[in-house]
């Protein structure tokens, strides 16, 4: 049990890093996406930006960005959203927001998240409490429905 707490102090460690450095944070101008996002429980609001080459789902994602206010937890995992997709194709990141989401919703065991979301595993704490985890999916959720919507103006076919 001893180690268990270890893993969860370095976390908690990473988490708090990926919220103080701001990578990722901001906005992509001109934007060939826009999405928003808010999570009505605690406040937490998002807006992700992203430059996408190419068209459709074999578009690739140039640069992604996140704009807004929230905890540790919906920051550090927007921040982890963008390093993680940055660079796939459009296709590619629907399935990763799938498993990310499919992991925080349903207890799926750590090992079956595909190693491009290998510093999503510091969130797994978060999965045993419910209104934490819609912290922790809100920049994947307004990717996704932004992705849904056809917020890429034209790119997503």
Known sequence: MEGDAELQDLYREV???????????????PADFRSHGINPVCGDEI????????????GRIGRIRYDGHGCVISQASSAMMAESLEGRTVARAKELV???KDMMLSKTPLESLPEELEALKSLEGVRK????VKCATLAWNTLQKGLEQGAARGKED
Not at 15 to 29: M, N, P, Q, T
Not at 47 to 55: A, I
Not at 129 to 132: A, L
């Open 47 to 58: 807006e992700l930006t992203m430059k996408v080459e190419g068209r459709g789902a074999d």
């Open 98 to 100: 799938a498993a990310f």
């Open 129 to 132: 409490f419910p209104m934490r």
């Open 15 to 29: 988490l708090l890093d990926y919220f103080r450095s701001g990578a990722h944070k901001g906005r992509v101008e």
